[in-house]
């Protein structure tokens, strides 16, 4: 604030220069009894005018409780003119609320007590405008009497300003501490700045507990190691970082799961300040996950159980055929064994006769002894196939549904898609040939069998209902799905091959989308590959694309690291 009273200008005459404006006269008047000596003083507390009139803090001297002197900018602050033949009083320009703070406020300062550097107040001018000033009074002396000088600083639009950015600041963090979202901010040492209410709620910590301390301190029930090592990558790449699945057991709640992603926040000149850590409780979401793919997983074996039984019925049939075959030349065989039996007893007793021979020719024609010789081992052999393709498809059905291990283990993926092509069968025989290529030196792959299971699963049916819309049993010949696999760098890939009419480009970029289907109503749920990409992508940290050509057909494409980095 300027000073409450400024040095005079010397006149180049050798006098002083004389206040070009004074409290109610004529400014180009003297004051009465007011000499160039008087009004310039001869110590510190004399007060002196000149270079008042120029500046813009507004100055105005009080003696006797009159207002007696007011400069150019405290007339322009209060609406007033210098021919007001009677001022109004300073104190009258207060507002009401505010008037008896500041007289006492003034009072204190003409007593020479201790007092605030400043009071802040509001006028109310003399056209109407309300103010807001910061006033500073001094005790002076003034023609030669005790005086108070009055300095005042406009800070109207200041206060408006700061008023505007404290409602701001109230409204956001109102907005913020609203969001359902789990909202943290931390700086660049891993100091926590921001808590919401979401945050206390999720972790049953408060704000004041948390907000200024480091981040390994504050007893997060979260898994710390994940989130450090998050921040050091959002930190090194200087990029969003997406962080699933992250483990944290609240007191005396279950453990459950958070989303979070982490955004490196810089200033205005560029400058990093800190990383957001934004989030949500997906424990819910998960389970609702788990129960859609168990569902999508039984609704598959439903759609499938028919064509499994038809794959199980065919072997089963021509087993139950061999062993009635079997029954019906035991019995054959055991008459003829009687008959040796009797040659035997006779040859034994030494009577044997012509008529028991005769019999045992009889028979061995009627039964046919060299048919039953050549076909009773090929039906053993037949029954025991049938038996082993049962329970390939028994055990194939096993593996695919079983609900397994949630955790990743080491697994024989080229096994694992036997197997699911075993269980597709039906779903694919009458349309397609089904050719694979998969990799003998493929390494075990670390993924959830059961999850990955119904990808392949999902990608064959779709691929085979593919075939079908481009022709099935009515085309001239099957089309053709190839599944291969091979080793790529540090992964491995699947793909699955199909034949048939291709994905219209309009569609392109919706097929991983929940719920879409091209099928007819009941026919699909639009689930399958909504779930495959979710599974390959979120779960084992890996890609699931497609390769397409409308009437060539569509390659989709797994890829899965050979490293537990996606869990």
């Known amino acids: 604030m300027t000073s409450a009273v400024s040095p005079a200008v010397p006149d180049t005459g050798g006098g002083r220069q004389q206040s070009s404006a004074s409290a109610c006269q004529d400014p180009n008047q003297r004051v009465p009894g007011h000499s160039a000596d008087d009004a310039l003083g001869h110590n510190h507390q004399e007060a002196t005018l000149p270079l008042v009139e120029y500046v813009n803090d507004a100055i105005a001297i009080v ?89 005042m600083r406009d800070i109207t639009a200041h206060s408006q300003a ?92 279950k453990e459950g799961f958070l989303g979070l992603s982490l955004t490196l926040m810089q200033s205005a000149f560029g400058e990093d300040v800190g990383i957001l850590l934004l989030g949500a409780n997906i424990t819910e979401r998960k389970l609702m996950q788990s129960q859609l793919a168990q569902a999508q997983k039984l609704e598959s074996i439903g759609l499938l159980a028919a064509g499994i039984a038809h794959e199980i019925n065919t072997p089963i049939q021509y087993v139950g055929d061999n062993m009635l075959f079997l029954q019906e030349s035991f019995h054959d065989l055991s008459t003829l064994l009687e008959h040796y039996a009797a040659l035997y007893q006779m040859c034994t007793e030494g009577t044997p006769t012509a008529s028991v021979l005769s019999q045992i020719e009889t028979t061995a024609a009627a039964i046919d002894v060299d048919y039953l010789t050549a076909e009773i081992p090929t039906a053993i052999q037949q029954s025991l196939e049938g038996v082993e393709r049962v329970a390939t498809i028994v055990r194939a059905m096993k593996e695919f549904s079983h609900p397994g291990t949630k955790e990743k283990v080491s697994v024989d993926l080229n096994k694992a898609i036997e197997s699911t092509i075993t269980v597709a069968r039906n779903e694919w025989k009458y349309v397609a040939q089904m050719v694979t290529d998969l990799a003998p030196d493929l390494p075990l792959v670390p993924c959830v069998p059961g999850e990955l299971n119904q990808v392949v699963l999902n990608i ?86 497609f390769e397409t050509a409308e009437g060539e057909g569509t390659t989709f494409i797994i890829r899965l690291p050979l490293t537990l980095s996606g869990s």
């Open 162 to 253: 700061k008023e505007a950015l404290r409602e701001a600041h109230q409204g956001m963090e109102q907005v913020l501490a609203a969001i359902p979202s789990i909202l943290i901010g931390i700086d660049m040492a891993t100091k926590i700045t921001w808590w919401n209410t979401t945050a206390e709620q999720t972790f049953g910590l408060a704000s004041s507990q948390v907000v200024g301390r480091p981040l390994r301190e504050c007893g997060i029930p979260w898994d710390a190691q994940a989130i450090l090592n998050a921040l050091a990558t959002c930190r090194t790449t200087r990029a969003r970082v997406r962080v699933d699945d992250v483990r944290f057991h609240p007191p005396g709640r």
């Open 63 to 151: 003696q006797d409780g009159k207002t007696i002197y007011r400069n150019p900018a405290y007339l322009r602050l209060l609406g007033q003119s210098a021919e007001d033949s009677i001022p109004r009083d300073f104190l009258d320009a207060v507002m009401l609320a505010d008037r008896a703070r500041v007289q006492e406020y003034v009072q204190k300062c003409q007593r020479r007590e201790a007092v605030p550097e400043q009071c802040k107040m509001g006028l109310c001018t003399d056209d109407g405008r309300p103010v807001t000033v910061e006033m500073k009074p001094r005790v002076i002396t003034y023609q030669g009497q005790p005086a108070t000088l009055i300095v």
């Open 460 to 545: 064959l049916i779709n691929a085979a209902h593919a075939l079908g819309e481009g022709g099935g049993d009515g085309a001239p010949e099957k089309g053709t799905i190839t599944v291969s696999t091979r080793q790529v760098g540090d992964g491995v890939e699947i793909r699955i091959t199909d034949t048939g009419p291709g994905i219209p480009e309009a569609i392109r970029d919706k097929i991983f989308d929940p719920f879409f289907t091209t099928k007819e109503v009941g026919k699909g749920t639009g689930q399958g590959l909504a779930i495959a990409h979710t599974v390959v992508v979120e779960q084992h940290g890996g890609q699931l694309t």
